[in-house]
Nanobody, 129 residues
Framework: QVQLVESGGDLVQPGGSLRLSCQAS????????ITWFRQAPGKEREGVSC????????YYADSVKGRFTISRDNARHTVYLHMDNLKPEDTAVYYC??????????????????????WGQGTQVAVSS
């Protein structure tokens, strides 16, 4: 059973930066993918970025390309989401989620639509002046 704990959410001004962390425990993350989702009030959940913990493939939603960077620290079982040039429309609760893919690698088409088995509790990001 994998447990995920997010941290790093905060109130920040437009144009500012934040780094979110997703700490995993409870087992190895070999051949898992970890994805950041977000959900704003009244909106559907949106896939933000995904990383393969074993292969390192990275994917981003068009809305965050060039501003957000996903990375992983295998030794710490942690995935980071570094967010630059934040905009008010980035305001949301950010969740990390994971699922096991085995030797299959995620694709740009599918990463946001897999059925994710484990979810964190979320961390609030608010972008406002």
């Amino acid at each position: 059973q994998v447990q995920l704990v997010e941290s790093g959410g905060d109130l920040v001004q437009p144009g500012g930066s934040l780094r979110l962390s997703c700490q995993a425990s409870g087992g190895t993350l070999d051949y898992y993918i970890i994805t950041w989702f977000r959900q704003a009030p009244g909106k559907e959940r949106e896939g933000v970025s995904c990383i393969s913990f074993t292969y390192g493939n990275k994917y981003y939603a068009d809305s965050v390309k060039g501003r957000f960077t996903i990375s992983r620290d295998n030794a710490r079982h942690t995935v980071y989401l570094h967010m630059d040039n934040l905009k008010p429309e980035d305001t949301a609760v950010y969740y990390c989620a994971t699922t096991y893919l085995g030797r299959e690698q995620p694709t740009a088409k599918d990463w946001a639509t897999y059925e994710y088995d484990y979810w964190g509790q979320g961390t609030q990001v608010a972008v406002s002046s």
